[in-house]
């Protein structure tokens, strides 16, 4: 992992382009803007960009940026790969997380 800082305001990922890992919230805010829906707040303890590295189109779904002052941890899609073949519990804990967010998501629609 690389741990990395982020600047208010800064873009931290833009929708349409590939995805080359997963971020990882250390301290800070991020929202999550998409298109015609509303922007959603991640913060410590939460992650993004994992649906370009699950995907097969391996494209960002949504733009992210800093809300606040942040620090991130940066997994490349290949360390990602060999995480979750060689610890069984992070792709369950991915899967709760993304079931909570789509859970989420519908009670806003």
Known sequence: MTEFEASPGQVLIQQG???SGLLVVSEGTVVVERPAKEAIELGPGEFLGELALLTPEGLHTARVRAKTAAVLLAIGRTEFTRLIEAEPRIPLALVSALAAR???TMHRA
Do not use: D
């Open 17 to 19: 382009h590939p995805g």
């Open 102 to 104: 789509l859970a989420a």
